[in-house]
């Protein structure tokens, strides 16, 4: 079972998942998962299309009941709750906004349903369009506004009877990236000013690792890995968290001892699980960036050359080939390193040139390799 390590071991947390299983006829859609969820804390669930993190939210929302596993809120068992008798507010990708309705209706529908006085219901409204900055857009319909206004009517809308629990499913896959990359900020600002505990669903690394407290990457209906942004990123736990996550460069290796293997003709020092024993074959990942040029000394470790097959200029920094253990020229390059503008300048890197580069033990991830398809 995926278990989530624990975010706050002081404290209990709001929401616990146990053993969750979500079956869908003959498919597994969700497979045994555990996760815990603490106060205040903004979870990205994070994976490709059909991962199943949107039948996760469902299942969070009651929306789509588990088909077995135990779903506690605030120390509470909703397992078996219908959707309408839990504590959340939800935000989905196409808005759902009531087209005939003005946005203060929109915004106040719950609180109508709820039966609140009118006045009540007009001073709440008032203050969650300020809280979205959207304070003049009362009287306006959806259609008359753009679509990151109208996701943040949603927002205001799913937040208007103070839900202990916030969910959002894709909230910004329709919006422009312009539009994109400054409502994330918005909707990060407004979660530390509320801190309500919330779950964002998203299959864009670069949202969960701004927006995010913790990631649960997820694929084909388990958990891969949880962990702080930059845990995932830099301790990805399995090729795939590695490989979903940011750039990284994959290389076929053999272990040759203990804390040391073979790539190629390359000898390389690394951190080494128990269970490698010589002779396994193993996948080597590291991240472009890690890739060192600059300060390489004699007592420099995992030093070899490389040769410059291509440079590929990308503004801040240059996306760097680099030919190794003899890699004759026309195939692609072994391995890529980026290497900043002032890097390429200062050490005169150009194609066709043989240089020196290492690769810091610290940032070597190795992973089991697995075995090649008959």
Known sequence: MSIATNHNPDGAPYLRIERLTKQFGSFTALKDIGLEI??????????????????????????????SGRIFQGGKDISALPSSHRDFGIVFQSYALFPNLSVSANVGYGLVSRGLP?????????????????????????????????????????????????????????????????????????????????????????????????????NHG????????????????????????????????????????????INLACELDVHFGPGNDVTLAIRPEDVVVRNIGPATPNTFDARIAEIEFLGSFCRVGLAINGELAGGPPALVADFSINAVRDLAIAEGKVMPVALPPDRLRVFARPPQAP
Request: aromatic share 4%; hydrophobic share 45%; net charge neutral.
């Open 38 to 67: 603490y106060p205040g804390e903004f979870v990205c669930f994070l994976g490709p299309s059909g991962c199943g993190k949107t039948t996760l939210l469902r299942a969070i929302a009651g929306l789509d009941i588990q088909t």
């Open 118 to 218: 009118k006045v009540e219901i007009e001073t709440r409204v008032n203050e969650l369009l300020h809280l979205v900055g959207l304070p003049d857009a009362g009287r306006k319909y959806p259609a008359q506004l753009s679509g990151g206004q109208q996701q943040r009517i949603a927002l205001a809308r799913a937040l208007a009877l103070s839900p202990g629990l916030l969910l959002l499913d894709e909230p910004l896959s329709a919006l422009d990236a312009r539009v994109r990359s400054h409502l994330r900020v918005e909707i990060r600002r407004l979660h530390q000013r509320l801190g309500v505990t919330t779950i964002m669903v998203t299959h864009d690394q670069e949202e969960a690792l701004t927006m995010a407290d913790r990631i649960v990457v997820m």
């Open 222 to 265: 388990v958990i891969e890995q949880v962990g702080t942004p930059t845990e995932v990123y830099r301790k990805p736990a399995s090729a795939f968290v590695a490989d979903f996550v940011g750039t990284t460069n994959f290389l076929n290796a053999v272990v040759a001892g203990p804390g040391h293997v073979r790539l190629g003709d």
